[in-house]
């Protein structure tokens, strides 16, 4: 009989010990799934932001030729200007 007791003390400290274990894995996986929807968040949050720079990216690239025929059509002229002064030069 005795030994039938100290059997069902072991089994019932073993069975401690496993509810504790499932209590504790239990709390982590929460824990993770909070995680896991924070971290989805971020990521959510991150690719708008990625589409927005994505966006504005060709916004520059279609408003940079523009800024550059005007750079260019500025150059020119002062090129102009410059032979013309050159050829003035020369007339004298």
Do not use: H, Y
């Amino acid at each position: 009989m005795s030994e039938t007791k100290a059997l069902l003390e072991v089994l019932d400290a073993k069975v401690t010990d496993l509810l504790s274990n499932l209590n504790e894995l239990n709390n982590k996986v929460i824990e993770q799934g909070e995680e896991i929807s924070a971290l989805k968040g971020q990521l959510s949050q991150k690719n708008d932001e990625n589409a927005l720079l994505n966006t504005e990216i060709e916004l520059l690239k279609q408003a940079a030729p523009k800024e550059n025929q005007e750079d260019l059509k500025f150059k020119i002229g002062e090129m102009v200007k410059e032979i013309d002064r050159c050829i003035s030069l020369l007339k004298v």
